[in-house]
Nanobody
Framework: QVQLVESGGGLVHPGGSLRLSCAAS????????MAWFRQAPGQEREFVAW????????FYADSVKGRFTISRDDAKNTLYLQMNSLNPEDTGVYYC????????????????WGQGTQVTVSS
């Protein structure tokens, strides 16, 4: 079992920045591929970014590439998402997820999920 708790969401103006965190506990964090997903109201959950152990590999959705940075601190069992140049289309609940197998860019690739943190981008 892996327990995940997100934090850092909030209200930000367009063009602003936020940094999300996801604290993990339970099984060995370092072994897991970690990811961020988001879900806007009335829409399906969508992939944002993933990162593998040690941070030696990352992958981003086209919609966030160049603006968001995923990182992890395996010593602290913590995942991060630095979000810059935010726009209203980035609004949604952001979830962190942990998985070992499967397609890292879809929900099916993750077994454990956090409860989510709300990000609202509005003027």
């Amino acid at each position: 079992q892996v327990q995940l708790v997100e934090s850092g969401g909030g209200l930000v103006h367009p063009g602003g920045s936020l940094r999300l965190s996801c604290a993990a506990s339970g099984q060995t964090f370092i072994d897991y591929r970690m990811a961020w997903f988001r879900q806007a109201p009335g829409q399906e959950r969508e992939f944002v970014a993933w990162i593998i152990r040690g941070g030696i590999g990352t992958f981003y959705a086209d919609s966030v590439k160049g603006r968001f940075t995923i990182s992890r601190d395996d010593a602290k069992n913590t995942l991060y998402l630095q979000m810059n140049s935010l726009n209203p289309e980035d609004t949604g609940v952001y979830y962190c997820a942990a998985g070992l197998l499967g397609d890292g860019s879809t929900s099916r690739g993750y077994k454990y999920w956090g409860q989510g943190t709300q990000v609202t981008v509005s003027s």
